[in-house]
């Protein structure tokens, strides 16, 4: 069984950063692509940052430069750093994997960027 649990977010004022964990279970980590979705309010869903499992990295236009992805696989876990957050970063984020073309998602983590 495929679970994905996400932590790490919570509030943070403008310009401040955070670190998203994403621990899989359930697949051969290194062999899949692991991507980082995120939901605001009233908003859909986003694709913001995938890695590959030998760490091939891709972001969204809004993020480069700002939020980094990284794996480690001795440990299932995938991370997305953000720095320089702004309000319009506020949002669920989601981690995703695909196998065999069935999506698997976490439950999410709130990020929440306010003054």
């Known amino acids: 069984q495929v679970r994905l649990v996400e932590s790490g977010g919570g509030l943070v004022q403008p310009g401040g950063s955070l670190r998203l964990s994403?621990?899989?279970?359930?697949i051969v980590f290194n062999m899949y692509v692991i991507a980082?979705?995120?939901q605001a309010p009233g908003k859909q869903?986003?694709?913001?940052?995938?890695?590959t499992g030998s760490g091939?990295?891709?972001?969204?236009d809004s993020v480069k430069g700002r939020f980094t992805i990284s794996r480690e696989n001795a440990k299932n876990t995938v991370y997305l750093q953000?720095?320089?957050l702004k309000a319009e970063d506020t949002a669920v984020y989601y981690c995703n994997v695909a196998r065999n073309g069935v999506p698997y998602w976490g439950q999410g983590t709130q990020v929440t960027v306010s003054s």
């Open 82 to 84: 953000m720095i320089s």
């Open 45 to 51: 869903l986003q694709l913001v940052a995938t890695i």
């Open 22 to 26: 994403c621990v899989a279970s359930g």
């Open 36 to 38: 980082w979705y995120r």
């Open 56 to 60: 091939s990295t891709a972001y969204a």
